[in-house]
């Protein structure tokens, strides 16, 4: 395999102009500027297609699904012409023994050079016992290979910030890759699914450019640089304080801002608002429900989908705390009173003493 | 207690002297330790605080409103004149004694212990310089009744000798003598005899039985004798079955002034006490201002029960007689405006009741702009006429009096309370003013419809 | 695991319920504490019966100074109700704090269009730096004023500033802004019950019990 992708385009029947344009709609799509589709031409032109190894561990497929969804490049494409998928257990045709055999033999070949693509979180309870395949642990399988690997991308939010196995109680123990393979920087490409195109562009990004800019919670600043509430076409709704209130009330029908009925979007980063899925048809709040903010880590345990941001994230008893806290302020209220009583007496006692009269019972005419 | 009636003689028939720079004094009386001062004073504050009084105590926030509607701030521009500001050292007490939050307080001392310095310096802001008008309580957005406070803080201030000696003489002389002013019951009953003679009215003294007690006050006795004529003769007229009685007859309390409580109780009893001693029904405090203060609205709580009698101010009885027709009045040509005493008017509830006998009098009557409860004081009460070193921040908030009275271009000025009078008739001769306090029960009694005999 | 939310998720979460359990906590105390001190029975005779109705008036009432008082005071009366009635706007008309308050309590109500709450805040946060440069130079407020007015000024401010601040993403992430709005906003919560900021609470019986004694006296209140 030491084809460059310029001749995996070739080899595929695509032109020099086809390569071409796929550079400008991928530079596009990473809203890079024009200049940068002319770079990336040139560097992938060189550049040899890139052995990937895809693992997959506690995850449910969606992250793949979405990926073959992809619409530039397509996932055939990716595959075909920009890099070489050495191992994934959904897509390959081989399997068992055979599969192993032929990962090994990649990872052998090309080590120190391939991408690694992480899919699901990996599991530390009972030594790693919840997620073995092929008698190795998930997060043993993962050290070992995350050793060979030029480029780590954690996609989806189980491998990213640990998603779904991570959420509360979380009874096997499961941590995100960056919690795995802690001595260098994961490229954390997180969503619930994430987004197709996003997926696809960061991968060729990398192959154009090498590291993209990652926020801090190493994210690509591309895809993850706004929140959903900055680029909302329901924007306006909100400042002009028009909301949905339930789900097909007038607003909704209208189409008003969800922030009521828990959207996530201020404190959500990703690229739903513009990219949108299914090649741009829509996304959740253009269909009518809230952002569950699935890019951001532990969003099932924020408080619930549909109370809204500014609500308490607490599920404690409202009223009965609050009653609670009113009673003993009472209390402490009536202790410290009649502590105060019991000093007033002590002074009106012995200041009646002074003059040689009794305390009067109920001193103060005035107040 | 030292004598201090001979060291520092109130003369009130004297031109007063004017104090050209008054030292700072601290007036003390007694051979107290300062420390065992203080544990007094701490004590006179803490038991005063109930429910009402501790939540003024919380309820501050410090707006400095209070400041701009008080006589001395703003006729001195001295931010240490700001009402609540007089209260520092009793509020201090309060927080670090009794608040809610005391133990709190006392355990990281975060509100300190007051010192005797403090107290001393107080002293001229809770006595020279309020006169418990109670302007600052109107305005307070809060509500707080700034000078009730004032009152409690002197209770502290009189257990621990800190009042100023003028004042205290005089308390010590009622003790002493029945009478702030010397107007003793020896004395009463010459200055009875003597107007009887020279006036030929009758006044009833120490009967058994009447249906109204009258009362009096010293001032009257010693420097407005003829008010007492005007009451005989109006009461005669009336046909009202009443007496003064020898062993209750004094309506002035100036130990309510100085925050002396046992004084206060046994003056204000002596007074219930004859009520009850002739079966009266009425019980008619003077033209005296915290007269009407001590017994009308404090001497049942000092009793220990409701009265079993009314207590009208003289003015009040006066607009009964008038409502019931048993007075027929001439009337007065002049144009008048009336100065509202504080204690009757504003913290007395007795607005009416003057307005009344004034409308009845057919007087032309020109309100002052700020009148009824909105009035300002005249600047004499609270014992404050009583003190020689606050002799000049007096004249200057009685400069607003005059300022008032003239912009309502009247001819006269009527009032019906004998402390504001006296201090009207200090401030005349001082400014050389043309004008000072007619008193409203003499007018009355001057324009009585003649007796067709 | 940390993350870039933990501070954002501390504010939602244990501070805000930390707040409100202090807020409730300490407000009670204060106040029952006020309450059940000695309350001696008036025996003079009322002029005037049912006094306690013209206590509730007097709430009322003191809310605007009276015609002979106002030269002196209405000025600066009334840049402090524009600073609390902007204040209230931005509390009560924002979604996100009807929100909140719907969260706690039940009960809430439309809110108002951003803008007017952006204009509102700059009104409240314009006025107090007026208040605060009145209270540092006037003569009797310098007097009068301690560590309380000043901390409690900062305490009102700082959520005021921030809010606006996330608002509009100046100076840092959302996340941080938005924590830190939460936050300042908590403290202000907690300290409210120990400072002159009870009076939101206080006025209502401080007005009411002078009102209903002077009422009682026949008396103006």
């Known amino acids: 395999m030491d084809e ?41 032109a060189t550049t040899l297609r890139p052995t990937v190894i895809y693992l997959s561990y506690q995850e449910c497929t969606g992250c793949l699904e979405s990926m073959t969804r992809s619409f530039s490049p397509t996932i055939e494409h990716l595959m075909f012409n920009n890099i070489s998928l050495a191992f994934n257990d959904t897509l390959q045709a081989a399997a068992g023994e055979a599969a192993e055999a032929a990962r090994k033999e990649a990872m052998r070949k090309a080590w120190g050079k391939y991408i690694l693509i992480v899919d699901g979180a990996v599991p530390m309870g009972a030594g790693g016992a919840y997620c073995v395949a092929a008698g190795q642990s998930a997060v043993d399988d993962l050290r070992h290979v995350a050793q060979g690997a030029a480029a780590i991308i954690a996609v989806g939010t189980c491998a990213a910030f640990g998603g779904v196995p991570y959420a509360a109680p979380n009874p096997t123990g499961a941590v995100p890759v960056s919690e795995v393979v802690r001595d260098r920087a994961i490229i954390n490409v997180s969503g619930c699914p994430p987004i197709p195109e996003v997926m696809t562009g960061v991968v060729v990004y990398y192959l154009s450019f090498g590291m993209p800019a990652l926020d801090r919670q190493g994210r690509p600043l591309t895809f993850y640089g706004n929140t959903i509430h900055d680029r909302c076409y329901r924007r306006p709704f909100y400042d002009e304080g028009r909301f949905a209130h339930t789900f097909d009330d007038e607003g909704a029908r209208n189409g008003w801002c969800l922030y009521e009925l828990g959207c996530k979007g201020p404190v959500t980063y990703n690229a739903c608002a513009t990219l949108k899925w299914n090649q741009g048809t829509s996304f959740p709040i253009q269909s009518g429900h809230g952002c569950l903010g699935c890019s951001e880590p532990d969003f099932w345990d924020k408080g619930g989908f549909y109370r809204p941001l500014p609500a308490a994230t607490g599920h404690w008893p409202r009223g009965e705390v609050l009653g609670g806290a009113a009673l003993g302020g009472a209390v402490v209220g009536v202790g410290a009173a009649a502590l105060a009583r019991s000093r007033q007496q002590a002074a009106a006692a012995k200041s009646a003493k002074e003059v040689n009269s009794p305390p009067p019972k109920e001193d103060s005419h005035e107040h | 207690m030292t004598s201090t009636d001979t060291q520092f003689p109130l003369e009130l028939n004297q031109p007063r002297l004017s104090i050209q720079k008054p030292e700072p004094r601290y007036d003390k009386q007694g051979e107290m330790a300062d420390t065992e001062r203080l544990d007094r004073a701490m004590r006179g504050f803490v038991k005063d605080f109930g429910a009402t009084a501790a939540l003024y105590m919380e309820s501050c926030v410090h707006c400095g409103q209070c400041a701009e509607v008080c006589q001395y701030y703003v006729q001195t521009g001295d931010p240490r004149y700001t009402p609540i500001w007089k209260l520092e050292p009793f509020k201090q007490a309060y927080k670090r004694e009794v608040g809610p939050f005391a133990p709190f307080f006392r355990l990281f001392n975060l509100k300190r212990r007051v010192t005797v310095q403090e107290l001393e310096d107080w002293q001229d802001l809770i006595y020279d310089s309020c006169t418990q008008c109670g302007r600052c309580t109107m305005v307070c957005p809060m509500g707080i009744d700034i000078a009730s406070l004032v009152g409690l803080a002197r209770h502290g201030m009189a257990a621990a000798g800190l009042v100023p000696h003028e004042l205290w003489a005089t308390v010590e002389r009622a003790k002493r003598e029945g009478s702030p002013l010397g107007a003793t019951p020896a004395v009463l009953k010459d200055r009875i005899a003597w107007l009887e003679d020279e006036h030929g009215v009758e006044i009833p003294l120490d009967l058994e039985r009447a249906d109204v007690l009258m009362t009096i006050s010293s001032i009257e006795v010693m420097k407005y004798p003829q008010s007492i004529v005007a009451l005989a003769r109006i009461m005669k007229r009336m046909g009202a079955s009443w007496t003064f009685r020898s062993e209750g007859y004094e309506a002035t309390n100036f130990s309510m002034f100085a925050g002396d409580q046992q004084g206060q109780r046994e003056a204000s009893l002596k007074l219930i006490e004859a009520a009850i001693a002739v079966g009266a029904r009425t019980l008619i405090l003077p033209e005296c201002g915290h007269a009407y203060q001590a017994l009308r609205w404090q001497g049942a709580n000092l009793y220990g029960k409701p009265l079993p009698f009314r207590v009208l101010q003289i003015a009040e009885y006066l607009a009964e007689g008038i409502r ?35 409308h009845a009098l057919g007087v032309d009557l020109r309100e002052m702009d700020a009148h009824g409860a909105y009035n300002w004081c005249c600047g004499g009460g609270g014992g404050v006429v009583t003190i020689h070193r606050a002799d000049p921040l007096r004249y200057k908030t009685y400069q607003i009096k005059m300022q008032q009275v003239e912009d309502t271009g009247a001819e006269m000025l009527v009032s019906t309370c004998s402390n504001c009078r006296q201090t009207f008739d200090d401030g005349q001769a001082h400014f050389h003013w043309d004008k000072t306090a007619q008193s409203l029960l003499e007018l009355v009694a001057d324009h009585l419809v003649t007796e067709q005999e | ?169 100046l100076g840092g992430r959302y996340e941080d802004l938005l924590a830190v709005h939460m936050l300042s906003a908590e403290l202000l919560l907690a300290w409210l019950p120990f400072s002159k900021l009870a009076h939101t609470v206080l006025f209502l019986f401080s007005r009411g019990v002078t009102g209903t004694i002077y009422s009682r006296r026949g008396a103006q209140t």
Not at chain 1, 7 to 23: E, H, P, V
Not at chain 3, 47 to 57: M, N, Q, T, Y
């Open chain 2, 324 to 358: 019931q027709g048993k007075l027929q009045l001439q009337p007065v040509q002049n144009s008048a405006t009336f100065h509202d005493p504080c204690q009757i008017v504003r913290r007395g509830g007795a607005t009416e009741a003057p307005r009344e006998v004034l």
């Open chain 3, 1 to 169: 695991m940390s993350t870039e939310t933990d501070l954002l998720d501390f504010a939602r979460g244990p501070a805000l319920e930390a707040a409100l359990i202090i807020l409730v906590f300490g407000m009670f105390w204060r106040l029952v504490g006020v309450l059940v001190l000695r309350r001696p029975r008036d025996l003079s005779e009322p002029r005037v019966r049912h006094a306690w109705l013209g206590g509730i008036r007097t709430i009322f009432t003191r809310m605007w100074p009276r015609r002979e008082f106002r030269p002196r005071i209405l000025h600066w009366e009334a840049v402090s109700y524009v600073f609390h009635f902007s204040l209230a706007l931005v509390i009560l008309g924002l979604l996100p704090h009807i929100l909140l308050i719907r969260d706690i309590t039940g009960l809430s109500w439309p809110g108002l269009p951003t803008g007017v709450i952006t204009f509102a805040a700059g009104v409240a946060l314009i006025s107090l730096l007026a208040l605060l440069a009145h209270r540092a130079t006037h003569p009797v407020l310098r007097q009068i004023s301690n560590f309380d007015d000043y901390f409690s000024w900062l305490l009102v401010f700082t959520p005021l500033l921030t809010g606006l601040m996330a608002y509009y993403h």
């Open chain 1, 4 to 44: 460059t992708i310029l001749d995996a385009f070739r080899k595929n029947g695509l032109s020099r102009r086809a390569f071409l344009k796929f550079c400008a709609a991928t530079a596009s799509l990473l809203a890079l500027p024009p200049a940068a589709a002319a770079a990336m031409a040139e560097k992938l």
